[in-house]
């Protein structure tokens, strides 16, 4: 019609109905953008927008073309249009009254909406990223606490086995002297023995001996502290009273000797390199007590013995600490975030299930049979993808079970079943699952400890194939043992890093992919199942991880 040719150079779509609803006007926006317009009742029930009707048995409300059709004033609304291809698209729709006509506008705001999703996902990648530099910073505090225990204990240790390994008091001072010099930096490092209100030089490291002993005594202020037992750290221009200035001040550090109520005598460390000391305060406290014990020689071997192992006992304790804690948070913050997931998920789900079956019954009443047919299938689509999302959130909440601190009955094939119900993104249309599950009784175990283990050496395996590849995993029950043998086809572990992979903090993955405390996490849940995990590899061919755990 020649009057509504004003609407033919729109970029908008529009479309004009008259009085009776008829479509009496397309301009060729909207049929470039609606190919497949046939009908409006068709296009109709195609079109869709977020609202909340209080009439559910009328159908046709849930469509925005209705309700801008029905609609006594203007109209307005964001809807969304499914093509024929299944595509959806998103339009500003206007709904303007005009005399006998109704004219709508379509404007697309496709692009506009897709950007508002890529700038919600970006916060929440940027939150994602924020939550992990804090707990990157969390880490790095645990790994410098460690590293500086470490550090501790293995200077206390070296120094106690140097002591162990000799029972003449110059060998043993001078190997004390030696190791705290190298630790402050010191030029000068030297044991005076005391003698009554002043001390006597007994050992030097850094300067030749002198000929004679020479005595020394110090300011009062530093006598006193000397006396309550105290490590007297200054920034000073002399060694000692009445000695020789220095051209510059240098760090002094004078640590007593005690045995029981008595001052045996002092170790001073000279140092050009000023810093606080706060840690090394401990490990000066902790030397000066083993040279306390070395000088009292009836008690030292065996007290230096008993030391040492304490000494690696606490090496090793704070290293199974460490792969516990970091499991433990680890654990702890996954069942938090399933039990949040799962509980923000079975909400809407719960409601699209609600509606699935109410359209259910509605498709009866629906005397188009073409309509009918495709609303059916849709309907038992949706249904089908109800039931899978329920199936995942039951596996996760499963998977975690962190309630579950007792033991427990379990049978392990399920187990592993539940894990790759979990990982199934990993595999899916890549990694074949061959399952070569035996006959084999219910065990008493951890459940989720166990899963950690099958996930970590799944996830593991479906990394280290690259393209297409299989996965294979078997279950038998020989001897009172249960044997779980997880085999891949992926590129395999060099035969010189086999013997490190159970290590904390060796990964071969690139740096920012893998931590190197998996497989170490692995190890502590097996051999708390008093099991053994081994693993055979070869370059080229894959790996097998045997996981064995005796049933009592």
Known sequence: MKKFDIFRQFRDAVIILNKKNEVVYRNHTFKRWFKGFENLKKFSHNTGFDICPLDAENIE???PIYHAI??????????????????IFYYDLQSIKRGHYTIIFFTDVSAQNKLNDVYKENLKLKEKYEQLLEENKDLQKIKQKAQSQAIRIALINKVSNNIRESIDLSQIVQSALKELAVMFSSFKAYYAKSEGDSFSIKEIYGEKKPKADKKIHFDSKTTETIARKEI????????YADAKPFKQTVLRIIIPIHHLQNLMGVIVLLSYQKRELNEEIEILEA???????????????????QTVKELKNTLKELKETQIQLINSEKMASLGQLVAGVAHEINTPVASIKSNNGIVAKLLDSIENDELKEMLTDINQIDKEAVNRISNIVTSLKKFVRLDEA???????NKELDLTLELIRHETKNRIEVIKNYGEIPTIKCF?????????????????AIEGNGKI???????????????????KGIPQNQLSKIFTAGFTTKSAGVGTGLGLAICSKIIEKHKGEIIVNSKVGEGSEFIITICSE
Not at 406 to 412: C, H
């Open 287 to 305: 030397i000066s007590t083993q040279l306390s014990n070395a000088i009292t020689r009836a008690e030292l071997y065996q007290k230096n013995i």
């Open 70 to 87: 029905n609609s006594k004033e203007n109209f307005f609304a964001r809807i969304s249009y499914q093509s024929e291809l299944n595509r």
């Open 406 to 412: 007792e033991l427990q009955e379990a049978d392990i």
């Open 61 to 63: 409300i849930y469509s």
């Open 447 to 463: 459940p989720n400890m166990l899963n950690q283990v099958f996930t970590n050496i799944l996830i593991n395996a479906c990394q």
């Open 472 to 490: 294979t995993i078997s279950t038998e029950f020989v001897n009172n043992k249960l044997i779980i043998k997880i085999k891949d086809t992926g």
């Open 232 to 239: 007297a750290v200054s920034n000073s221009l002399v060694e």
